[in-house]
């Protein structure tokens, strides 16, 4: 099934992200991430992928692996130093597997590059090469806080419209805390003529360990709410997990209750706090 059909026949859908292992690092526990999120009966579970093709062949085990476990799943693609053939191989692997839902993205630049070299610079121009090749459904990345390297906002939301464009049927946000920022920027895409579903990236925070980075990566900043739960409790992980779970719950109670019906949780392969999550939002989610 196409995820186009399951967010326009739901009014609530909640689907899962996963990472697959790093290249040689073998599957480890990996069957036991995929069966604790299956067991969530999610609406679809998406499976990233590693930035210049690394780990895009472990991408695909775990994306079969889902689909054999009968729950819809999505490719990530990243184009980041990719020639035209890799892609079309990458892509040709996905249909001979019957996997026909990706999401496009260009990636991040490795460290000490500044340009990407592949034969698609931005993920929109991967996403038109996607619908060349086929019937796919196609999501792609948007940023309620802003692209860290787009100058403004609007130039922001001028090339998304340059990706939705070139065949999108979705968007998956990237993670926020802040679900202000969320609704000015559904507010910013209305105004610019971005009509397609967005599904809203909710990522738990539950460890010390994660706060830094993640907030590096978002370039999100620290809503004083968050910053005061992560204050008193970083330093004892299990009031931490607990408050992380809590504060996902109230942002997802909040979307849903203001008409954001599309759920994404960044499971950081934590089933159990997905669980949790999903769990205390069970009578929401029926
Ligand atoms: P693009 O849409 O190409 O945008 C990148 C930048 O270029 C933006 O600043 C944009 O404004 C600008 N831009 C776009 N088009 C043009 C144009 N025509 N002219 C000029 N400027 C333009 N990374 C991974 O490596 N693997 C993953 O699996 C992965 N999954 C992700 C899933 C989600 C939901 C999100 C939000 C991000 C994910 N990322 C992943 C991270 C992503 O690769 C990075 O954020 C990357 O920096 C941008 O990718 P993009 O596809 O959004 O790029």
Known sequence: MKISEILASREVTVSLELFPPKPGAGFGNMKKVVSGCVGLSPSFISVTCGAGGGGSQNTLEVVREVRDSGVVALAHLVAMGLGR???SRELGEFKANGIFNIMALR????????????????????????????????????YPEGHPEAETWQKDIEKLKIK????????TTQMFFDNNILYNFMYRLLKNGIDVPVVAGIMPV?????????FKLSGAPVPPRFKA????????????????IAYATEQIIDLIANGVGNIH???MNKPGIAGSIMGNLSEIFK
């Open 85 to 87: 053939e890799e892609i």
């Open 107 to 142: 990636g991040d630049f490795p460290p000490g590059v500044s340009e990407n070299n592949g034969a698609f610079r931005y993920a929109s121009d991967l996403v038109a090469e996607i619908r060349r090749h086929g019937d796919f459904c196609v999501g792609g990345a948007c």
């Open 164 to 171: 939705v464009a070139a065949g999108c049927d979705f968007l």
């Open 206 to 214: 539950t460890n010390a360990a994660q706060i830094d980075r993640i």
């Open 229 to 244: 739960i992560v204050d008193r409790f970083s330093q004892n992980p299990k009031a931490m997990r607990q408050a992380g």
């Open 265 to 267: 949780i960044y499971t």
